[in-house]
């Protein structure tokens, strides 16, 4: 596994790119392949229960996390729609830990559109390339961590709003989970890049979505805040971008979630017809490199998608630089000034507003780094931040 961890800063992939599709024929849609595990169906009675509610739980066997017994549990959510979903998280917890054991939340980097990828399936396969740090730098620090999979149970990558209404809800679930003694421990998220946006919408949304929750603090990276931005630099750069794949996932999982509103599939001609059934229900490798040099402008025939109305809402309810929340809980956000995946002006837009509202922030803005550097500048010194407060230490400000 130590082996694993030097891919964890190298091979980090660009999360959170957006890219609306011109008009061409339809096509029949791919079917989602949904989990053939029964145990992450929602129950029938499932809108009965409240948001973080456990709907169900087991323990898994691994020999993967040493010293560390994991749980899975299934809860109660929300998704876009405010429909009741259930989705699941998974808890490593280090053994021999007992009540007032750090829990902190963390988001993964999920750069996929399959349900067999989550998280949850990936802490035990090669997928989730940051397990190294999850386990070297958090469990083993004396943290019980919850891995959520905060893209729901159709794996819609993009739906960021969902996706902090699942962190925060699984949260809730790990807490009043019988098994874990972790009732009155203190709270930290933490997450970059796709799990930076999934953290910061969390973080925007608690105080209203989420009151009960007592965070100490929560700790986001590489935010991928401005989803039209970023939309129009990956999609529509002058040259093909090796990360178009990442932008057209994320908007299947955006046609997924939001069905009607942002509608991919019919508005592509042939050559992205083949694309999208490519990737459809794959993982990072194949999204990655397959998608890797395509360009909008090749996939279809008219004029841009993400300058329609509903499409340009679909984004803007996706970019937590436009949503009114401010966090109540202290911040620590860092973001390389040169990232060409997720811009740094917007985060820093989005900080000076916290700040003007009364918020914690710690703010680091790295001068010469771009998305991959900034994990390695930001991620130590995020660490140190996060276990201060969960140890009770006041929390500094730059504001």
């Given at each position: 596994m130590?082996?694993?961890?030097?891919?964890?800063?190298?091979?980090?992939?660009?999360?959170?790119?957006?890219?609306?599709?011109?008009?061409?024929?339809?096509?029949?849609?791919?079917?989602?392949?949904?989990?053939?595990?029964?145990?992450?169906?929602?129950?029938?009675?499932?809108?009965?229960?409240?948001?973080g509610d456990v709907l169900?739980?087991?323990?898994?066997?691994?020999?993967?996390?040493?010293?560390?017994?994991?749980?899975?549990?299934k809860f109660r959510s929300?998704?876009?729609?405010?429909?009741?979903?259930?989705?699941v998280t998974t808890v490593l917890m280090p053994q021999g830990r007992g009540a007032g054991t750090p829990l902190v939340s963390y988001q993964a980097i999920v750069n996929a559109l399959g349900t067999k990828?989550?998280?949850?399936?990936?802490?035990?396969?090669?997928?989730?390339?940051?397990?190294?740090?999850?386990?070297?730098?958090?469990?083993?620090r004396g943290w019980a961590v919850a891995v959520p999979d905060y893209l729901g149970p159709t794996a819609a990558y993009g739906a960021a709003r969902m996706a902090g209404q699942i962190t925060l809800d699984g949260v809730r679930a790990v807490k009043q989970f019988e098994q874990l003694p972790l009732r009155d421990s203190p709270v930290g998220l933490l997450g970059y890049s796709g799990g930076g946006l999934a953290t910061s919408f969390a973080a925007a949304l608690a105080p209203t979505y989420a009151p009960d929750l007592d965070i100490a603090g929560i700790a986001e990276g590489g935010i991928p805040s401005d989803l039209a931005q970023i939309a129009q630099n990956l999609a529509y750069s002058p040259l093909p971008h090796p990360g178009f794949g990442m932008a057209m996932a994320v908007a299947l999982g955006l046609e997924r979630e939001y069905p009607g509103r942002f509608p991919i599939t019919p508005n592509l001609n042939d050559r992205g017809i083949a694309l999208r059934n490519k990737m459809f229900n794959e993982c990072r490798r194949s999204i990655l490199i397959d998608g890797a040099f395509n360009s909008a402008r090749d996939l279809s025939t008219a004029a841009s998608l993400a300058d329609t109305p509903s499409a340009q809402q679909v984004l803007r309810e996706n970019s937590v630089t436009f949503f009114d929340g401010v966090p109540t809980a202290p911040?620590?956000?860092?973001?390389?000034?040169?990232?060409?995946?997720?811009?740094?002006?917007?985060?820093?837009?989005?900080?000076?507003?916290?700040?003007?509202?009364g918020a914690d922030v710690v703010f680091r803005g790295y001068p010469a780094a771009e998305h991959f550097s900034a994990t390695v500048l930001g991620l130590p010194e995020a660490y140190l931040w996060l276990d201060a407060r969960l140890r009770g230490e006041p929390a500094p400000s730059d504001c």
């Amino acid at each position: 596994m130590r082996s694993r961890i030097t891919a964890l800063f190298v091979v980090l992939a660009a999360v959170g790119a957006l890219v609306g599709f011109p008009a061409a024929a339809a096509a029949d849609p791919v079917d989602l392949i949904a989990d053939p595990d029964p145990f992450y169906a929602a129950p029938a009675d499932v809108a009965d229960a409240a948001n973080g509610d456990v709907l169900d739980s087991r323990r898994v066997p691994t020999s993967a996390y040493p010293g560390t017994d994991v749980w899975q549990v299934k809860f109660r959510s929300t998704d876009s729609a405010d429909d009741p979903i259930a989705a699941v998280t998974t808890v490593l917890m280090p053994q021999g830990r007992g009540a007032g054991t750090p829990l902190v939340s963390y988001q993964a980097i999920v750069n996929a559109l399959g349900t067999k990828c989550a998280p949850s399936h990936g802490l035990f396969s090669d997928e989730l390339i940051e397990a190294p740090a999850v386990y070297l730098g958090m469990v083993a620090r004396g943290w019980a961590v919850a891995v959520p999979d905060y893209l729901g149970p159709t794996a819609a990558y993009g739906a960021a709003r969902m996706a902090g209404q699942i962190t925060l809800d699984g949260v809730r679930a790990v807490k009043q989970f019988e098994q874990l003694p972790l009732r009155d421990s203190p709270v930290g998220l933490l997450g970059y890049s796709g799990g930076g946006l999934a953290t910061s919408f969390a973080a925007a949304l608690a105080p209203t979505y989420a009151p009960d929750l007592d965070i100490a603090g929560i700790a986001e990276g590489g935010i991928p805040s401005d989803l039209a931005q970023i939309a129009q630099n990956l999609a529509y750069s002058p040259l093909p971008h090796p990360g178009f794949g990442m932008a057209m996932a994320v908007a299947l999982g955006l046609e997924r979630e939001y069905p009607g509103r942002f509608p991919i599939t019919p508005n592509l001609n042939d050559r992205g017809i083949a694309l999208r059934n490519k990737m459809f229900n794959e993982c990072r490798r194949s999204i990655l490199i397959d998608g890797a040099f395509n360009s909008a402008r090749d996939l279809s025939t008219a004029a841009s998608l993400a300058d329609t109305p509903s499409a340009q809402q679909v984004l803007r309810e996706n970019s937590v630089t436009f949503f009114d929340g401010v966090p109540t809980a202290p911040l620590f956000v860092w973001q390389g000034v040169n990232d060409f995946i997720a811009p740094y002006q917007p985060v820093a837009d989005m900080v000076d507003r916290y700040c003007r509202s009364g918020a914690d922030v710690v703010f680091r803005g790295y001068p010469a780094a771009e998305h991959f550097s900034a994990t390695v500048l930001g991620l130590p010194e995020a660490y140190l931040w996060l276990d201060a407060r969960l140890r009770g230490e006041p929390a500094p400000s730059d504001c």
